[in-house]
């Protein structure tokens, strides 16, 4: 029986993917304050680290200034290939984003280490609330919220604190954004 069973294991293994299938990761788009790191390819003095600026552009040689922001590494690598194409006919560029400087979140209030922290990869506020090392005795964990702006309005979104942190309610663990400002008061006295 064993004989059978392990050229079956072997057949379904070979069946199967080699990679279980996962939700599409986030495209990751440019915002001022990363650093871009562009190359081309056998082209002196073209290897540039660039930064882009609060407006959301960049400059770059034999091209000058434009706007990068919201665009994907991608995006901006094709778009310098063809300004470039004038110029450097079938130049091979590459974009990459050496530095997520501009993707930050702060946290602010009653946490043992209150700042600002780089967003590495997809942060929630629990996560967020852990790296600024925890809430202190004096946090008023039922009004715990995050400040957002969206399209230039800011917003205030509530944080179930008390019931994520027993288990309930994670859906509501929200992923933070570039710019949000994780807000913990202070318990009142009266």
Not at 1 to 17: D, G
Not at 119 to 141: C, F, I, K, N, R
């Amino acid at each position: 029986m064993r004989a059978l069973l392990l050229p079956l294991f072997f057949w379904l293994l070979t069946c199967l993917p080699a990679h279980p299938a996962r939700a599409q990761d986030p495209v990751y788009t440019i915002i001022p304050g990363d650093v871009l790191q562009v190359n081309v390819w056998k082209e002196d003095g073209m290897d540039q680290e660039v930064l882009v600026l609060p407006d959301g552009s960049i400059t770059f040689p034999l091209i000058g200034s434009f706007s990068v922001k919201g665009l994907t590494p991608e995006d901006v690598q094709a778009m310098i290939k063809d300004k470039l194409a004038k110029v450097i006919p079938d130049a091979a560029v590459t974009v990459s984003v050496k530095a997520a400087l501009g993707h930050t979140a702060s946290v602010i209030g009653q946490v043992a280490k209150p700042g600002e922290f780089v967003m590495a990869h997809e942060l929630t506020v629990m996560q967020a609330l852990s790296q600024a090392g925890g809430l202190t005795p004096y946090a008023d964990e039922s009004k715990v919220i995050i400040l957002r702006r969206v399209d230039g309005i800011e917003t205030s979104i509530p944080v179930p604190y008390k019931d994520i942190i027993n288990g309930d309610h994670l859906d509501q663990d929200v992923a933070l954004t570039p710019g949000d400002v994780v807000v913990v008061p202070t318990v009142s006295l009266f």
